[in-house]
């Protein structure tokens, strides 16, 4: 099985170093917070601390210090769900900026559809591999990704006939098959790993929907969600001597955007999306690669 050989944004030293400031950040807070919380509390009933501290009042500095701790997963979480400007349109190769800030809550919720997850693929392969190290604040995981059900016949992907009708070819159909089964395995492994490892709880899962892939949606943590259209007709020629083919072009696809913490007819329509995608999983069937390794 083949691992991804490259990201598409902030690598090297840069993302190096923020790996380090967000891994050691929640123990440098609550550190500090518990020294502000044993410093007012010592300088409350022991004297000569007190005055050497210019017998200023302690205990309620320190008993909001420990209540500031306590609270701190809660505001963190927070923090992270209002981290993303809003906007109304994004390109698919932001994605991965997504992906991360969905990766900064306790529990996280990704939801895709779309054609083979390639576009999405890469950026919860590394965030999942980045969890084997340190995993932060996550401490839940769960990855739902619905694409086509690539076993029956299918006008998109297809062959580009003589007079540019769409003629179902098994081949292609296969090939996108494969695709779909080696990131679904890859995703898989890592979260065994993680689940071994009993720091995180993670859930990766490929399921299928009937159809062509028209809409591209993608859902994080159940308030925010991205929707786009795929250009059904885009062709491309996998060599020179082969035909055209109709094949969707993930990456090119632009993305709409709602967010739940926007006004009350975006919450609705963020709601819809969920309780859409909800009944879509629930009818998706389980991928044939999946009922092999089950038997």
Not at 152 to 160: A, D, E, L, N
Not at 173 to 199: H, I, M, T
Request: aromatic letters at 10%.
């Amino acid at each position: 099985m083949s691992v991804p050989r490259g990201r598409s944004a902030e690598t090297g030293v840069a993302h190096r170093l923020r790996r380090y400031l967000t891994r050691f950040e929640s123990a440098v807070t609550r550190f500090f917070l518990l020294g502000i919380f044993a410093v007012g509390l010592t300088a409350q009933f022991v004297t000569p601390v007190g005055d050497a501290l210019e017998g200023k009042a302690f205990l309620g500095g320190a008993l909001l210090s420990l209540v500031a701790y306590v609270l701190y997963d809660a505001v963190k979480e927070l923090a992270a769900s209002l981290r993303l400007p809003a906007r109304s349109r994004v390109e698919s190769r932001e994605l991965e900026r997504f992906v991360g800030e969905a990766f900064r809550a306790r529990r996280v919720e990704i939801t895709f559809l779309g054609y083979t997850g390639e576009t999405i693929f890469i950026s919860l392969f590394y965030r999942l591999e980045e969890l084997l190290d340190d995993p932060g604040p996550t401490r839940r995981v769960c990855i739902r990704v619905l694409v086509p059900d690539f076993g029956q016949p299918m006008t998109v992907p297809s062959r580009v006939g003589p007079n540019g009708e769409a003629l179902d070819d098994s081949a292609v159909r296969r090939r996108q098959e494969l695709k779909c089964q080696e990131y679904d395995q890859a995703l898989s492994v890592l979260a065994e790993r993680l689940n071994e490892l009993g720091r995180v709880t993670v859930e990766s899962e490929f399921r299928l929907y009937p159809g062509i892939p028209r809409d591209k949606i993608c859902i994080f943590n159940r308030e925010l969600v991205l929707h786009g259209l795929y250009d059904v007709v885009a062709r491309t020629i996998l060599r020179s001597s082969d035909p055209e083919y109709y094949d969707p072009k993930g990456y090119r696809t632009d993305l709409n955007v709602w967010s739940a913490r926007e006004a009350d007819g975006t919450r609705a329509a963020v709601a819809t999306w969920n309780k859409h995608l909800d009944g879509l999983w629930s009818l998706a069937k389980v991928p044939p690669w999946r009922r092999v390794a089950a038997t």
